[in-house]
């Protein structure tokens, strides 16, 4: 059965992309303007089967306001795609480099590839989306304006990358999480990494005691990252992302810290995302 998830962005986007990687090229995608309208969506079951959301950039780092969402919403994360952001300078056919004028994309792609830009004198055009740019050239068969998004875009939007791959940083990468509802995600049989939400009491060396467990149970954690308790004073709760051998070894280890915090919640247990 096609599946249907809700992404941010736009078809053509690098949600689109990542949503790809993970449930197959026949996967239906419901374009969300921002990223609370994806958490809605997804936790739906009459709208959809799921979200795909950015959750850190290896250059920009974590996306703080989704961690927060992910927190008060009843979804379980059921796997990640690390994907590598490409950014491609785009025309309709038959244009040339000569007949530009102008470059639209959204101002983080635009930021990404200045040093590439700078070697041209054009007017730089900021827009809400990536995809939303391919698709405004392909519908107004424009000659003298580009656009700067991923190749999906240019393959959905008939484009021409006349210039692939122009960021700066060749090494940059996005995590996106697939979020379901409970009721709509099947556990991963070869399971091997786990995202945590944990917070502990206030007193001295309460988190030492949390993290030596976990170290101590051969448990590698690749993240660890704090967020404000509000309300509070001065307390703070853990995000923690642990890679593991097995269930079993998991388990353990859960068992073995869930007495050491005042809350413990596991937003779901899945296989490691690979690097595209």
């Known amino acids: 059965m096609q599946k249907k ?3 941010q962005g736009y078809e053509g986007s690098f949600h689109q992309e990542a949503a790809r990687h993970f449930f197959g090229k026949d996967v239906e995608v419901i374009p969300c303007a921002n990223f609370r309208e994806v958490v809605k969506i997804a936790g739906n079951k009459k709208e959809s089967d799921g979200g795909v959301m950015a959750i850190e950039n290896s250059i920009a780092g974590s996306i703080l ?17 690390y994907l590598q952001i490409r950014q491609n300078l785009m025309v309709n056919h038959g244009v040339t480099l000569a007949d530009i004028r ?8 635009i930021q990404q590839c200045l040093e590439w830009l700078d070697k041209y004198n ?3 055009i900021e827009t809400e989306d990536t995809a939303l740019s391919a698709r405004h050239i392909q519908q107004h068969h424009s000659k003298h304006i580009a656009g700067i998004a991923s190749k999906l875009a240019a393959d959905l939007f008939n484009l021409h990358i006349i210039a692939p791959a122009i960021q700066t940083m060749k090494t940059n990468y996005t995590r996106f999480l697939i979020v379901q ?6 556990p991963a049989p070869d399971a091997n990494k786990a995202s945590v939400n944990f ?16 170290a101590q149970g051969g448990i590698n954690l690749s ?5 404000p308790i509000p309300g509070s004073e001065w307390q703070y709760s853990f995000h923690a992302d642990m890679e593991f051998d097995s269930r079993e070894q998991f388990n353990e280890v859960i068992n073995t810290i869930r007495p050491l915090t005042a ?10 995302g690979k690097t595209l």
């Open 5 to 7: 998830v809700s992404i």
């Open 199 to 214: 917070h502990t009491d206030h007193s001295r060396g309460s988190l030492a005691r949390v993290l030596t467990a976990i």
């Open 65 to 81: 306001p989704n961690y927060n969402l992910l927190q008060k919403s009843n979804l379980r994360v059921a796997g990640e795609i």
């Open 223 to 227: 993240k660890l990252q704090s967020f």
């Open 263 to 272: 809350e413990l919640k596991v937003y779901g247990v899945y296989r490691k």
């Open 102 to 109: 102008e470059v639209h994309s959204h101002p983080m792609a």
């Open 122 to 124: 054009w007017k730089l």
């Open 181 to 186: 509802r409970e009721d709509g995600s099947e």
